[in-house]
């Protein structure tokens, strides 16, 4: 009635068994996660330049696509950003999520310009946020 498996099974769960696949260190998952949330955190802040440049976003710009630089090990790839209608308050919103996940990784992982930097965006959307009248009230 049962008829013992005659293949190796695919889940390597015998301790000490070589994988047939290369495995990342929780470090290098790590960077991989932080250079994701700066690079999306690039964007929106981009984004945000092209809808209302400033002096603080193109230096938090240029902030950004250096510690990505260091983090990859090259030049970010930056779209040209084209949005010309896009809701500045839902991109710092965004923005200030992103900064968040790249703060907690930052942490995660001991990189304390990233950290810093992370905390200094989401400083800088928070008050950019409690700036607009609209978003202190609560309806429509």
């Given amino acids: 009635m049962y008829e013992p498996i005659r293949t190796k099974s695919v889940h390597s769960t015998m301790a000490g068994t070589p994988s047939d696949f290369p495995h990342r260190s929780r470090e290098e998952e790590l960077d991989i996660q932080l250079a994701g949330h700066l690079a999306a955190l690039l964007a ?17 710009a240029q902030r950004l696509a250096g510690e990505l630089s260091r983090l990859r090990g090259g030049t970010p790839l930056r779209a040209a950003s084209t949005a010309a209608d896009g809701d500045p308050l839902a991109l710092h919103r965004k923005a200030h999520a ?9 942490a995660s992982r001991a990189d304390t310009a ?15 946020l409690a700036a607009d009248p609209r978003e202190l009230t609560t309806t429509g």
Avoid at 114 to 128: G, K, V
Wanted: a negative charge; charged letters at 20%; hydrophobic letters at 55%.
């Fill in 44 to 60: 929106v802040t981009d984004e945000l330049r092209a809808l209302t440049p400033s002096a603080d976003l193109d230096t938090a």
């Fill in 98 to 106: 992103l900064a968040g996940r790249a703060l907690v990784v930052a």
């Fill in 114 to 128: 990233a950290a810093i930097l992370s905390a200094e965006r989401m400083d800088a959307h928070t008050a950019a």
